[in-house]
């Protein structure tokens, strides 16, 4: 039987949501396939989740190290190579550490490397053929992938359904004896956390949030000038945080805040996988933008093709006099 | 230090409505506007301002067609002291492995402390930094946003983590860093700026400079390919307001009063 690992992302004790959507991706390529969970970490949180994840899996692999505590990815990559055999398929969540370990872990292991998979149609042979997107969501994409010696496949977190079956009866193999080397020459030394900002948009039910689309940092006020007779808060996408426009605790994204509003306004914002990822407890959401082929328009309940800058201050002007 | 940075000649798609071919071969190409991969433009300020800091140069560098050559000249023109263009037909259709093994071969012929590309590029594949460095056996960290030259053989880096969150680091030279936006405010350049550098020479290697096999790289050496181009069914999407700019906003606030979106 064929053999598909998942390296699982957890936090506190609690595996990450992607720990259940590998699954789904596991069984697209290979619904028979044995599942094996690759977990990593040291003391109680990680037995609480090796422990908890054996129901989903069929095998848990538990590796406890102490210098596995924090996940550096350069660390985590040469334990990966050291016990995962030659030729296997390896599921990875495509978020940051997904996106700092996976590309080298298969050079290391020599196999084929997709990244950000949507979708998976199957596997035909020694090709995996997958669903993947370009330019910003413009544009789909079929890929094959040549998984004769195996792949590296990360995976789109909220692309794929979880799998909450939790009938698998797996069993937990303590692998930490297999660790091997561990030395690298990067050092993780602390995380350092965000700052606070003068407004906090993860309170805000209504939140007028600008992107790209807005142009120029003098525009923002239109934006203002919405959210203050919406009564709402102004946020942004992340380019408006790089070029300095707005404070880093206004970006919504899953490099920003998690905003969980009643009404969500997206101004000329594109509507990327990252932005969305930040906007959870599916807020009804209203998107202006002038390209009628924006990917927004996709998860959004209301659109409307036109240009911010002129929209804005109709309906301000609109709602300022009701 | 010395420095080189992998740039990328892209679509912007800030510019252009990215369309797919009636046939699913490629994306619609004409009259599509270029540029830098923005991540790439912050890379190369990145590298200026450390060099400017701490001495040595700064190398740009792209696998690509002769048009490539024209981000080169605009990174040169940022202050980029030297541009490389790798360029072969038997380049053409490389995986991001394929991209990889060509900018090795190349790197190896020089020598580097600090390696640095864009997060991502067009096809948001993250892929080629990382592998690079892997090729090469150097250390990597991926989405750096903060850079500190410690001493000659040491930085100190920032990754960005979920929630805005920041991962330190410090991790050894030579080494292999991918940028993510926000790290700085890349300079403007100006026509005057690229005018400076339109004579200077960029040399252009292909198989034979870097001794490469030619099967390792371009399509036969490619182990992922794509198939075609397409748009993905809408789904239910959203429902798109139309009429008189003054019917849509009506309409709209009908909306947001049931909604809960007016207070
Ligand atoms: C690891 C990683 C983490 C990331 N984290 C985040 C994150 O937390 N948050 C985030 O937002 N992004 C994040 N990103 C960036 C993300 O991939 C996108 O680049 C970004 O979300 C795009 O922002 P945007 O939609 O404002 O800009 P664009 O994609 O450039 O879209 C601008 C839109 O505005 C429209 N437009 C332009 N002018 C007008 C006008 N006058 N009127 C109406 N419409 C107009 C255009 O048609 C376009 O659709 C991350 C990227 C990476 C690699
Ligand atoms: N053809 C290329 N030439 C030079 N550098 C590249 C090329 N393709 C990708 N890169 C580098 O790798 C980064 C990530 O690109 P990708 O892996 O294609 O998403 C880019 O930001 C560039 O720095």
């Known amino acids: ?322 | 230090m010395e420095i080189l940075v992998c740039v990328k000649r892209v679509p912007d798609t800030a510019e252009n409505e990215i369309e797919v071919k009636g046939d699913g071969t490629d994306i619609e190409r004409d009259d599509l506007v270029y540029s830098v991969n923005e991540w790439d433009n912050y890379a190369v300020e990145e590298a200026i301002q450390i060099r400017d800091k701490v001495g040595g140069s700064v190398t740009v560098v792209t696998v690509g067609d002769e048009e490539s050559e024209e981000v080169l000249r605009r990174e040169m023109a940022m202050g980029a002291d030297n541009g490389i263009l790798l360029s072969d037909d038997a380049f053409e259709n490389s995986d991001g492995k394929g991209v990889a093994a060509i900018l090795k071969a190349e790197i190896e012929k020089g020598k580097y402390d600090l390696i640095l590309t864009g997060a991502q590029a067009d096809d948001g594949a993250g892929q080629v930094g990382g592998m690079l460095a892997a090729m090469m056996d150097l250390p990597y960290a991926s989405l750096v946003n903060l850079i500190d030259v410690v001493d000659d053989s040491t930085l100190k880096i920032g990754r960005e983590i979920e929630g805005g969150n920041q991962e330190m680091s410090e991790i050894g030279l030579p080494c292999v860093l991918s940028i993510q936006t926000g790290i700085n405010e890349p300079r403007y350049v100006g026509i005057r700026g690229i005018r400076k550098v339109a004579s200077v020479d960029i040399p252009v290697h292909g198989v034979a400079d870097l001794g490469l096999p030619a099967d390792a790289v371009g399509e036969t050496g490619a182990k992922v390919k794509r198939m075609d181009y397409f748009v993905p069914e809408m789904g239910d999407g959203a429902e798109i307001l139309e009429g008189s700019t003054e019917e849509i906003i009506d309409k709209l606030i009908e909306h947001l009063k049931a909604k809960g979106g007016l207070k």
């Open chain 1, 1 to 322: 039987m064929s053999q598909i690992f998942a390296y699982i992302l957890h936090k506190g004790g609690v595996a990450d949501d992607t720990a259940l959507e590998l699954i789904s991706a596991a069984k697209k390529i290979d619904a028979d396939a044995s599942l094996i969970a690759v977990v990593t970490g040291s003391g109680a949180d990680l037995d609480t989740v090796c422990n908890d994840l054996t129901a989903s899996y069929n095998e848990v692999w538990k590796i406890d190290n102490a210098a596995l505590a924090y996940p550096n990815a350069e660390v985590i990559r040469k334990l990966l190579v050291n016990i995962i055999p030659g030729g296997s398929i390896i599921l990875i969540a495509h978020e940051h550490f997904g996106m700092d370990i996976a590309p080298g872990l298969s050079i290391k292991m020599n196999t084929s490397f997709v990244s950000d998979a949507m979708d998976i149609e199957g596997r035909d042979g020694g090709a995996i053929k997958i669903i993947r997107q370009e330019y910003s969501g413009m544009a789909s994409t079929h890929v094959t992938c040549d998984a004769g010696d195996g792949a590296v496949i990360s995976c789109r977190p909220g692309s794929f359904q979880p799998d909450e079956s939790k009938s698998a009866g797996g069993q937990l193999v303590d692998k930490s004896g297999d660790a091997g080397d561990l030395t690298a020459n990067r050092t993780f030394l602390e995380v350092v956390q965000a700052e606070t900002g003068d407004v906090d948009i993860t309170k805000s039910d209504i939140l007028v949030s600008v992107g790209r689309g807005i142009e120029d940092e003098e525009n923002l006020e239109i934006a203002q000038e919405l959210a203050d007779a919406m009564g709402a808060v102004v946020s942004c996408s992340r380019p408006i945080v790089d070029a300095k426009w707005m404070e880093k605790s206004r970006q919504v994204g899953t490099s920003g805040q998690t905003v969980k509003p009643k009404v969500y306004m997206a101004m000329g914002i594109s509507g990327s996988f990252q932005h969305l990822g930040g906007i959870k407890g599916s807020p009804f959401i209203v998107a202006v933008n002038k390209n009628a082929k924006a990917p927004i328009f996709q998860v959004a309940d209301v659109g409307i093709v036109a240009d911010i800058l002129d929209f804005m201050p109709e309906l301000t002007e609109k709602i300022g006099g009701m």
